[in-house]
């Protein structure tokens, strides 16, 4: 069993920055990879970015590539989603996803704000 918990959500304007951290407790060694997801209002979840066990390999949406970085640290089992030039389209509900063999684990997500 894999336990995850986002945070580090809140409202930015335009231009600025925020991280957000996955933190994963439990069977952490069965964890594959880890992701990030957002889903704005109204639209579907779509992935962000994603990072292997112990920091490879790395993948990213062409949305945010360029702009966001995904790391992970093994010493406290969390993954960081670094945003920066965030824009108002990054608006959402950001999850994070832990990926085993066996099984997906979720978090109850963190909201994302960036308006003016």
């Known amino acids: 069993q894999v336990h995850v918990v986002e945070s580090g959500g809140g409202l930015v304007r335009p231009g600025e920055s925020l991280t957000l951290s996955c933190t994963a407790s439990?069977?952490?060694?069965?964890?594959?990879?880890i992701d990030w997801y957002r889903q704005a209002p109204g639209s579907q979840r779509e992935l962000v970015a994603a990072?292997?066990?112990?920091?490879?390999?790395?993948n990213y949406a062409d949305p945010v590539r360029g702009r966001f970085t995904i790391s992970w640290d093994n010493a406290v089992n969390t993954v960081y989603l670094q945003m920066t030039n965030l824009k108002p389209e990054d608006t959402g509900v950001y999850y994070c996803?832990?990926?085993?063999?066996?099984?997906?684990?979720w978090g109850q997500g963190t909201q994302v704000t960036v308006s003016s």
């Open positions: 439990g069977n952490t060694f069965s964890i594959n990879a």
């Open positions: 996803g832990a990926h085993t063999r066996w099984e997906d684990y």
């Open positions: 990072i292997g066990n112990g920091g490879s390999p790395t």
